[in-house]
């Protein structure tokens, strides 16, 4: 208030007329409401600190939940893997076994029917060789 009076006052003493003096200083007073004084802006800037913090707290919290259940994730897919190595080793030996059997039986009518055969060719060869 005190400085609405003393701008009235500062317009009254280089002639403005008393209406456009009054006019001036109400239109700067309600410009005035508008603004904002040092300790509005020292409590802005508290509370945004505040609430700075708090996100940050917040933030901080997420990351770790999140950071605990990635580690989770990972030793559940470490698992599955693992599992999953288990199976494929166990129908890797599966099929060793089965070829392991298929070699046996290829030997097998190797012998059966190879030697017989061979047998015949001998003797033929021999009934040629001594005819």
Wanted: proline share 2%; net charge neutral.
């Amino acid at each position: 208030m005190k400085i609405s009076l003393a701008l009235y006052d500062a317009l009254t003493s280089i002639s403005v007329p008393n209406k456009t003096a009054k006019a001036a200083v109400n239109a700067w007073e309600d410009d005035v409401k508008h603004f904002a004084s040092k300790a509005d802006l020292e409590r802005t800037e508290s509370h945004l600190k505040d609430s700075i913090a708090a996100l940050r707290t917040d933030l901080s919290a997420l990351i770790k939940d999140q950071g605990v259940a990635i580690r989770e994730q990972g030793v559940e897919f470490r698992a599955l893997v693992e599992s999953q190595a288990s199976q494929f080793q166990g129908a890797i030996s599966k099929l060793e076994s089965g070829m392991t059997l298929l070699r046996w039986q290829f030997w097998l009518l190797v012998i059966c029917f190879g030697f017989p055969i061979i047998k015949n060719l001998y003797e033929i060869y021999g009934s040629v060789i001594s005819s």
